[in-house]
């Protein structure tokens, strides 16, 4: 079987582990957590960053510091549950627009239209890891005083116009969860763009105390301030994550390498009107999350992908079901526009396996396979 995903599993994360599990400080915010947020402040220009135990926790902070019950909050319907599910757990309401085909991200045509007197928040999501139109959406956040929160979740070290996807908008939200490019188990990030908002989400993080400050001897006891909740991982997972992120230029390298050879092989397909590859923008540093194309559509793509996992032993993968068509959707939030791309391009996409370190013979198993499928 070759698999979807396969995590780097690197000598030097172990080493880490190993002395993080022997320091005897495994809880949260030692020595490894505190080099993984320099890490991300360095690599981003962020101005506060904080390790959070998933991609989920951070999108949560993101709508703590941004919502209230009532707000609007304008998303794609293709992305994950996790980005609706967060403004939806503060009583907001999801205001779901259409996305661009070239990119599969959010139209920033549409967001103006869709804009009401209850309109909060923008919430751009880097689908694959290749940027949104953020100098477009900044624009319009500013015109409107509204924020922008970044579902960065797959766009750790992707750039657009030379600024680190995570650290355009107000907050930023990175995903460490394994399937992503630099994994911690389970974990993410928040990016604050502005130190008192920052402040905010350090003790957010806390259960809404001032803890940090505390430990920092800053105060002589530590008090509940406001909602908050427990969003530490443990040091056994940031010495995880900083082994990778210590060479996050070669993971990185390696799987656009992966992705140029697939996009590549597969141009005689294209070529032929039988596939059609994703478009990364000329201003984008994408960072190769992952490789998908699109299908004919979605019968053909069932075939497909019944074809290279029971025939051939290759894990392919469709993706999200647009979040507006589901009983969630429904009930937290409203498509506004005509659904032009987000259900007919969702349902003709397939991703492939793309990781860290791929061996070329599963790599040519891979193009073969299609090739067979398409010849029979
Ligand atoms: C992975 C992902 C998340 C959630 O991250 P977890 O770490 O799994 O909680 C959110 N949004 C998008 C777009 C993602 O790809």
Known sequence: MIRFNCPPTLPKSLEYIKQAFESG???????????????????????????????????????????ERDDEVIMPSFTFVATANAFAREGAKCVFVDIRPDTMNIDENLIEEAITEKTKVIAPVHYAGVGCEMDKIMEIAKKYNLKVVEDAAQGVYAKYKGQALGAIGDVGCFSFHETKNYSMGEGGATLFKDAQVG????????????????????????????????????ELNAAYLLGQLEIAGEINDDR??????????LMDLQNEGLIEMPTIPEHCEFNAHMFYFKMKDIEERTEFIRYMMEDKGIKV???????HGTNGGNRY?????????????????????????????DFEKIIKSIYEFYKK
């Open 317 to 323: 993968m469709s993706h999200y079901v647009p979040l």
């Open 25 to 67: 400080n495994t809880c949260g915010d030692g020595e490894f957590t505190k080099k993984c947020n320099e890490w991300i402040r360095e690599n981003t220009g962020a101005v506060d960053a904080y390790l959070t135990t998933s991609g989920t926790s951070a999108l949560e902070m993101g709508a703590m510091v941004t919502v």
């Open 256 to 265: 656009i390498r992966t992705w140029n050879n697939y996009k590549e092989r």
């Open 333 to 361: 939030g409203r498509f506004v526009g005509e659904d032009k791309y987000t259900t007919k391009e969702s349902e003709r996409l397939v991703r492939l396996p793309l990781y860290y370190q791929m061996k070329e013979e």
């Open 199 to 234: 402040d905010w989400g350090e003790r957010i993080r806390e259960n809404g105390t001032n803890r940090r400050r505390y430990i920092r001897g800053e105060l002589d006891k530590y008090t509940w301030e406001f909602l908050g909740s427990s969003f530490l991982p443990s």
